[in-house]
Structures are given as structure tokens and as C-alpha cells.
């Protein structure tokens, strides 16, 4: 056994494998005067780690090797895993596991990410998209990905959570991969395997609050503050006394992931539960930190924000005064679109409706730029005007917007084949970075619900209570599922089955399409738009890259309409008719090629959507 004199920035957080030294161990724990490791597998004994410093505990233990299983022994006798535990193998209350994190043989050296403007995401949550429910299972699928024309996934968060069933926004543990999922290096694997086949891998972790079941962060340090309060557990201390170790912590975690497991992106949940009122903003030095890195390691790596805050603050340059986060979701685009399909008006659906919102949002990222919202009975927002159409991630269905319904119906389910396809075309085609939620390509039946495995009776009863609440101003209160039941896990599975079988191979077959016709024309790409409103429910996106001019009329009316302004002289041929048999529409086949100017004599189908490819000269778009 070895102590050695160090200091806490030299080294990394949690237990760390020195091959041919031994583990070193480094812990926050300011509220004990003495901590020892307990080895608790066959060695079955005590480390006594030496104090260095602001609250820091260290050790290195030459006879501790990987596999190796650990807690750590407060001096309140409290014996406690590793609170940058890397793998939790026996769960969120057993003793944490050495890790050998080198060891893995990684074949992606030559591997970079595409930049966001030709990006599309593919949301998936790890336990539902496979009936395995494993980081091995999905392996399996990833060629169907590539097919697919998707150049991300973007895994649900992973972080060790309590029970094998869950979102993953109980996390408990945010170093250590979900134990049910899979090892450490199955992770890997995935993500190797995924960059092999030049896909990305991104992944959501939860900075703003920690589960509440096996959570024992606050026995070793202040991790949270109660000087602020989310809707989900406690706020985690980011500017009170002790929160630049806090800060170390979360931006140690975040260049764990990027930097251990070649993870190409995190996405960060809600960051409006995020307080921080310093000078520096935790974003902007979670920024920093992760722009240095990737200078470093000379792999491009991005930082994706949700908010519901429309602060164009998260996007700007901090010498603009933001915080530089490379991309945002936008919820006002999902909202402008599923109002439109669906006709809901209760909740936050109440501040949409019609087409002047989308338009808004597709003209500028956003809709709510400062006027009064109803829902919030504020004014809400600031405008995100000049920043590039590609930091804005958009989408028609998500984890949250299907899982966060009572019953947790997908949009396939609610308004049928013909208005899904509508929503795949202007999500596909727009000049944003799109998001499918796993299975919305081949318009899975299985929906997806809010599902749990507590331990704790008290938890689970204030959960179910917890639901029926948040659904109260949708009016789903009564028809909510119980999450704790095994039951409601296994209806959110995917069917994979489903894309051999009609209408869901066409719908498939459509989508690939769409991102085809994305990938050729480069929609991502900066170019000219130009966003009009037709009445009657319908929409004119017209697109000009370099004489690449594409014409994209939409109608999301229940009644057909004429699709020919009389302002634009070209010729044009069809790229993609959505109403059209070989799509599984009721229409015949469109015109190939045809005079603009006549399209004002032809009527687009109801919910249906018209791309043209201009192939002569054109007047320049207004």
C-alpha cells in the first residue's frame, strides 16, 4: 500500500487503474475528516485515504485492480459507493466497480463527426428500442440506421438509475453507465461500432437534478442547495459556497463521456433548471471545457441545449454575452406543427394554432421572440434572429412529447398515415437539423410510456400522484398509466416486425427518401429562404443554394388546395408528391415536369406536401 502527496487538480475524479501502479482514488468529501476505502470482494479491507486539500480525499492502493468492487467509509461509519463511480454492477446501493477504461481497443482514429448542418438525430431510449434492452442489442440495428440516412443517435440518458426500468432522468450515478444495459466497454463497443459505420453517437445527460433513490451525494459534500428548487428533486448547487467543486464534477463527467467513450455530443436536459448566477455561467465554462478538448483529441464535439426558455442567450458567443452552446432544441416548432395535425389546444398547446407559427418559427428558430404567451401569461422569449438555421434541432415527436402524454401515443396513432408523412416533410426539409424519436420512420403502433422500477413505496406512490398532477391541465389526468408496472415498460418496446408489413414499409421507404432528397440538396447547408404563408392552411418554403432552387409547398388543411403562387416563372420537375400511390397516397401520380405558372390550376391533396426542383431560370425569390 501506497499514500503519496498530490493535489486534487492533478488527478481525476473517482477511482482511476494506473496499470503496473495500482488505483488511485480521489474523492470530494469536505464533510468528513477521514475517509477509508473498504474493498469489499475477497480482500475485504480498509484503505486509509489521506486528505489534501479543499475537502479532497486521496489515495493510491497499489493491490486494487479492475473488477475490483469498493465503498467508501465515511467517518460517521456510513460505508457508501464512489459518487464518480464508474460502474455500479449490484445497483444504486451496492459497492462501485474498478474500471480499466484504457484497456479498450478502439478502431475509430480516423473517425469525425459531420458538422450540424448536415447532421440528422435519431433519439433512442436503450432499454425500449430492443426487446434485449441492451447497448449489444443495439449494434445489431445500427446498418438499418445507416440505411436509414440518419447520421446521429442520440441515446436517452444512461446514467446508473435505480431498478432496471426507467427514462434515465433518475440518475444516480452520472459516471456509471446503467449496470442493465451492459458493461462499461459494451458501451464502447457501441459507440466504436457506430463510428465505424459512420454514424455518431451522442448522448443525454441530466445536469440540472439527480434521482432522489440512491443519491447519496449530500453525505460527502454540497452538491445541492436549496436556495433554488426544480420541478424534479433537488437544485444542484452551481454559484453557492462550495460550487466550484461542484462545477469540477459536472464538467469532469461531461469530458468523461466525449473523451473515455469518443461520444460525439451531449445533449444537455433542461438546462433551465440549471441556476447559476456567477460571472461565469457553468454553460459557458461547460463550453469552454469541451472546446479545449476537442482541440485537443482534433475531433469536432458539440454541446446540444434543451430549454424552454427561447433565450438566444444559450446560442450566442460569449463575447455577444451568451454561452455558446453549439445547437438548441426548439419546442415551438414541434408545438407549431402537432397543433396544426391535431387540432389540441389545452396545456402549451393553447399558445398555437394555424399556420402564422410555424411560419414565424421556420423564418427565425423560434416563435415566443417577447409577446405575450397565454399558457405562461407572460411575455416569454427574445429573438434568435441571425443565428444560423442549423443550431436549431427540430422535431414533430420526441421522448418527451409522446412520453409526456397520459397514454403516451405517438403522432402516427393520433392523426394517421397521411398527416405523418406531411410532418416528416416539413421536419425533413426544413432549414433546421431534424430529430426523429426512435420508431416515428416506420410509424411504430407500441406507444411510449413513463416507466419506473423504485425501490422506495413512499417514491413510487409520489410519482403516480406526481403524473396525474402534471396532466391536470391537459385534461389526461384520469387515463394516466401506472409507471411502475412491468406492464407499461413492456408496451413502449418497439416492434421491429412492423417495417416488413404495410403501411409501415412504405412510411419507411418514405423517409428514406426524404432524407435522401436532404442529403443531395444540402438543406442544412446556409442558403436563401424564403418562408410564405398560402391561406388556407398552407405554406411556401422556397430554397436557393448556388441555382440549386427547390420549391416546397405544404397543405395542412383538411381540404385540398391550389399550390401555384403567380409570382414565380420556372420549370420545374417533382421530386416527391406525398399523396401519390407509391407513397401509399389516394392520388395518381403528379406531372414530371411542368411550368409553374400551370400549377395554379392544380390542387394540392389535404394534409399533403409538393417538392419541386427548378430546372430553368426563375425570378429571384422575394
Known sequence: MLLTKTTAGEKRLGATYLPGAGTEFLVWAPNSREISIHAVDTKNKYVRMESIGRGYHYALAEDLRPDDRYLYRLDDGRELPDPASRFQPEGVHGPSEIVASASFRWTDQNWRAKPLEQSVFYELHVGTFTREGSFEAIVQRLPELRDLGVTTIELMPIAQFPGSRNWGYDGAYPFAPQNTYGSPDSLRQLVNAAHGLGLGVALDVV????????????????????H?????GEAINFDQAGSDEVRRFFIGNALYWLEDFHFDGLRLDAIHGIFDFGAQHFLAELKASVHSLSERVGRPLYLIAESDLNDSRILRETHQGGYGIDAQWSDDFHHSVHTLLTLEKTGYYADFGGTE???ATLKDGWYYSGQHSKFRRRLHGNSPQEIARSRFIVCNQNHDQVGNRAAGERLFALVGIEASKLAAGITLLSPFTPLLFMGEEYGETAPFQYFTSHGDPALVEGVRNGRREEFAAFGWQDSVPDPQEEA????SHLD???KSREPHRTLLRFYQELLRIRREHDLGVQASWSIRELGDGALLMLRDKEGDQLA?????????VACGPSDLESNYTTLLYSAEAQWGGPEAEFPDDFNLTSLCELRLHQRSFLVLKQISAAKEFA
Open 228 to 232: 433554488y428548487r426544480t420541478p424534479w
Open 488 to 491: 407499461t415498460f413492456e408496451r
Open 357 to 359: 407559427p410555424l411560419v
Open 207 to 226: 445536469y440540472n437534478h439527480l434521482g432522489p433513490e440512491g443519491n447519496y451525494l449530500s453525505a460527502f459534500a454540497p452538491y445541492f442547495t436549496n
Open 552 to 560: 416546397m409547398f405544404f397543405n395542412f388543411s383538411e381540404s385540398p
Open 496 to 498: 421491429h416486425a412492423l
